[in-house]
């Protein structure tokens, strides 16, 4: 895979898990309705997609040693990576009930981010547990920062 897709769906994929689950659990925190989190994933999946494909275009446009079609390249992935992997959460939520969906979703995310970060480790043969377990630690202040979040909103704002 060349360098310009592989950052392009290393940035995705991460940010796609990361910013989906925090969006969800906050939200599903605050208000418990299908339809805030469902409205929160599809925002990440449009419009965060766009938002994080356009900086990372930014960012490889101001590496002088990348060119056009590699900017291109990074930009594509990063927006049809976070597309798909941010949509693909919301189909527990459209089948299941709300509690249960943020659950499978959680160790949905999870297992998506030690898998990548497993197949990421070894193809730069280094040890895969230093990397998943950074990665998987940073995940997991995320989720439990936007669900006291979530509770601190509903408890001082609702």
Do not use: C, Q
């Not at 930009?75 to 798909?84: E, G, N, R, V, W």
């Not at 280094?126 to 936007?146: C, D, F, K, S, Y």
């Amino acid at each position: 895979m060349r360098g310009s897709i592989k950052r392009g769906v290393s940035f995705g994929l991460t940010s796609g898990i990361i910013t989906t689950l925090g969006i969800m659990v906050g939200l599903n925190t605050v208000t418990g309705l299908r339809l805030a989190v469902i409205g929160g994933i599809l925002t990440v999946a449009i419009a965060d997609a766009f938002s994080d494909a356009l900086g990372v275009h930014m960012a490889e446009e101001s590496s002088s040693r990348n060119g056009h079609k590699a900017v291109w390249e990074a930009t594509i992935a990063t927006f049809l990576t976070k597309l798909i992997v941010a949509s693909s959460f919301i189909i527990p939520v459209l089948l299941l009930e709300l509690s249960l969906a943020v659950k499978i979703n959680l160790v949905w995310g999870f297992l998506l981010l030690v898998s990548f970060n497993y197949i990421l480790a070894k193809s730069k043969k280094e040890e895969p547990w230093m990397i998943i377990g950074e990665h998987v630690l940073i995940a997991m202040v995320v989720v439990a920062i936007t669900f006291f979040l979530g509770k601190f909103i509903a408890l001082y704002f609702i």
